[in-house]
C-alpha cells in the first residue's frame, strides 16, 4: 500500500499551487489555513489548477476588450464609475426560464446598485446590499416583498463588481435575471463596449486589518477574511465535492482587479450534476435547459460540451464569491479563502464586510 504524505508534504503541495504573484508573501500561512480548512489537507494531493493545468479548450468567447482593461492593478485611490450609457440584455433565465430584458443605466456617485422591477406597479427598486437578500437554493435572490424580488443576481453582480461599476440603476422586467452561457462573459462585454465613466466621489474601500471567518453549522464550509498587501481584493476557491467524485478536487486563486477578473474569471460557467438534474426539475428549475445550455457534469465527465479550462467549476465558485460579496455595497482590500462555501455562507461574509463597512463610518465620523 502506498505511503499517504505527511501533513508537512502535503502543505508543500499546497504551497506549490500558490499563484506566483502569492509566492513568498506572508499572508499565506497554510498550517493556519490547513486547521481552518480539514478538507484542504485531504485535497491538497489531488487539486488541479492553472498553474499546474493547461486549459483543456480555449475559451469560445473571443471578444477582446483587453486594450480596455490596460493592467492599471493597483491605484492608490480611483474614484467611483457609472456605465456611460444604456446597456441592454436580453435571453432566459436559469432556473426558471423567463424571457428577460435588463437595461443597465447610469447612475450618480453613492447609489450604489440598484435593481428596478420596470414590469410592476410604480416600478419599485431593490437595492443589491444584504438587507435584502432572500434565502432561496442554489442562487442569490433580492427581495422587498414576496413579489417584489429579484432573482439570480450574482453574474450580473460579479460583472458590475469586476469591472469597478459602483453605481447602476438595472432595469428588469422579470423575476430572474438572463443565464447566457451561465458565465458573466456576456454582462462584461456588453458594459465594456458602453463604457465607464468616473464620478467625482472616490471609491472608498475598507481595509482588512484583522481575520475573521465563517463557516457553516457542520463547519465543512468555511471562508476565512484575512489583510492582504496589495490594494485589491484576492480570492482562493478551494472546491472539494470529494476524494472521487464527479468534479474534482480543484483549486483557483485570482486578485479581483477588471483585467484579472475579465480575462480569466468572467468566461467561466455555471455547471450541476447529472445526478442533481431530476430533483432540480421536479423543483420546477431549468425546465427548458438542455445538455448544451448548461455545463452538466455526469459520471464520465461533461455531457455534450467541453470545459474551458480545467478548473473552470472552481473558478466558476470564485465568480460567484465577487457577485455575493459585492452586497456588502463596498470594495474590500483583503484576501478570503474560500473552502466549498457556496451563496448563503458567501452572504454571511458580505454581511461581515457590511458591517465593518459602518464600524468604519463611524469610526471616522467621530
Ligand atoms: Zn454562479
Known sequence: MPKLPSVAQKLRQYRALVPPRFANRSFIKTKRLAKHSPAVTLAIAEVSCR?????AKETTVSTDHSTQLQDETYPSTRKQQTV???????????????E??????????????????VDLTNAPDIPATVEFIAKVPRRTALAVTEDVRVETVEHLMAALCGLQVDNCIVEINA?????????????CDGILQAGL????????????????????????????????AQRCAAITYQLYYGRNAVVTPQIYSAE?????????????RTFVLQSE??????????????????????????????????DEAARHKLLDCVGDL??????????????????????ELARVLTNLKQATELRNAA
Not at 498553474?51 to 486549459?55: A, E, L, Q, S
Not at 456611460?84 to 423567463?98: D, E, I, T, W
Not at 428577460?100 to 422591477?117: E, H, K, Q, Y
Open 197 to 228: 465613466v468616473q464620478l467625482d466621489a472616490d471609491a472608498i474601500s475598507i481595509s482588512i486589518g484583522g481575520t475573521t471567518n465563517v463557516r457553516s453549522d457542520d463547519g465543512k464550509q468555511t471562508l476565512l477574511l484575512r489583510p492582504y
Open 326 to 347: 459585492a452586497l456588502s455595497g463596498t470594495p474590500f482590500v483583503g484576501h478570503v479563502t474560500a473552502c466549498r462555501s457556496g451563496h448563503h455562507l458567501n452572504h
Open 256 to 268: 479581483i482587479t477588471p483585467k484579472i477578473f475579465y480575462e480569466e474569471v468572467s468566461a467561466a
Open 175 to 187: 423575476p430572474e435575471l438572463p443565464a447566457y452561457d451561465g458565465s458573466c462573459r456576456d454582462f
Open 100 to 117: 428577460t430584458t435588463v437595461t443597465l443605466l447610469p447612475a450618480d456617485s453613492n447609489t450604489g446598485i440598484i435593481f428596478r422591477r
Open 84 to 98: 456611460a450609457g444604456p446597456v441592454r440584455f436580453s435571453g432566459r433565465s436559469l432556473f426558471m426560464g423567463y
Open 51 to 55: 498553474f499546474c493545468c493547461t486549459p
Open 277 to 310: 438534474i431530476k430533483a432540480l426539475k421536479a423543483m420546477g428549475y431549468g425546465r427548458h435547459l438542455t445538455s448544451k445550455d448548461i455545463v452538466i457534469v455526469g459520471d464520465d465527465g461533461v455531457i455534450d460540451n467541453a470545459l474551458r479550462y480545467p
